[in-house]
């Protein structure tokens, strides 16, 4: 607490006997920094800037005085008033990011139509994973079938158990990533629509408005950028989109590839596991 905000607690506390000459015999307590109480017909020096009861003759606590009570508003106010303002600077942010991004309405319109495409090309990726994964797990069914016995319980090597596993567990991952990827249409759309009725807002404002929702009047500049560098950042964007796409699929192929050879192992240990109880049986 300030010194001046002390000395006016303390005028404030010591002017109450005042009004308690008016009311009937108080008794004034607090506990002091010593640990102890300390009571006076009037505010004991020990209780100045700390927390006061009034007691009346009956020795009920009829008024509590709190020095900081005050102190704690200021600071409510100030920690409300610094959030409306981090809220402020990031509309304002998000205003000029916005300007910065988008010439035009056709802009938000092109943008939303290639996010739209890239997203059902995924869809369509994610799709065919799904279903090069449920054509492998069916194969594995098959194999089962020839290590179960006539009681019906399956005998699998400890190796194909593993591939089942791993095999249903990527089936799942997949699975829920193709759901998310399907859920993303909403999502893209409403972002592109929040662009463009807040660009379709901020179109329509006079400089001065446009200046006071962009911060400008606050020292804040925007660089608009031209439709030749949009192109570059999104020609880059595609780039590095077809890159990474690229890379996944040779992680698939590479995944099938080595799901074949062990499909192939295991066909030559079958093979021989036949010809080894032919022979046994002669």
Do not use: W
Not at 51 to 66: F, T
Not at 215 to 235: C, E, F, W, Y
């Amino acid at each position: 607490m300030s010194p001046t905000r002390v000395m006016i607690c303390a005028a404030a506390l010591a002017a109450q006997p005042l009004a308690a000459e008016a009311q009937g015999a108080t008794t004034f307590r607090c506990l002091g920094g010593d640990g102890k109480k300390h009571y006076g017909n009037t505010i004991p020096q020990q209780c100045y800037g700390r927390v006061v009861e009034q007691i009346n003759a009956q020795g009920m606590v009829i008024k509590r005085i709190d020095p900081t009570a005050n102190d704690n508003k200021d600071a409510e106010a100030k920690a409300a008033q610094d959030k409306l303002d981090a809220a402020n600077r990031e509309s304002m942010r998000r205003n000029r990011a916005l300007l910065a991004t988008y010439t035009s309405e056709k802009d938000i319109e092109e943008q939303r139509g290639r996010a739209l495409a890239d997203n059902q090309k995924a869809v369509r990726e994610q799709e065919a994973r799904v279903a090069d994964l449920k054509k492998r797990r069916a194969g594995f069914d098959k194999e089962l079938e020839f290590y179960s016995d006539k009681s019906g319980k399956s005998k699998m090597p400890p190796k194909l158990q593993e591939e089942i596993r791993q095999t249903d567990f990527d089936l799942k991952v997949q699975q829920d990533s193709l759901e998310v990827k399907k859920k993303e249409v909403d999502n893209i759309n409403t972002r592109y629509d929040d662009d463009k009725k807040r660009y379709l807002a901020l179109s329509g404002k006079t400089p001065a408005e446009r200046g006071v929702a962009l911060g400008m009047d606050k020292g804040a500049t925007i660089v608009t950028k031209t439709p030749s560098s949009q192109d570059d950042l999104r020609n880059k964007r595609e780039a590095q989109h077809r890159a990474s796409q690229e890379r996944s699929e040779v992680e698939r192929l590479e995944r099938g590839r080595e799901a074949d050879r062990r499909r192939a192992a295991y066909e030559q240990q079958r093979q021989y596991q036949q010809q080894k109880q032919q022979t046994q049986q002669r």
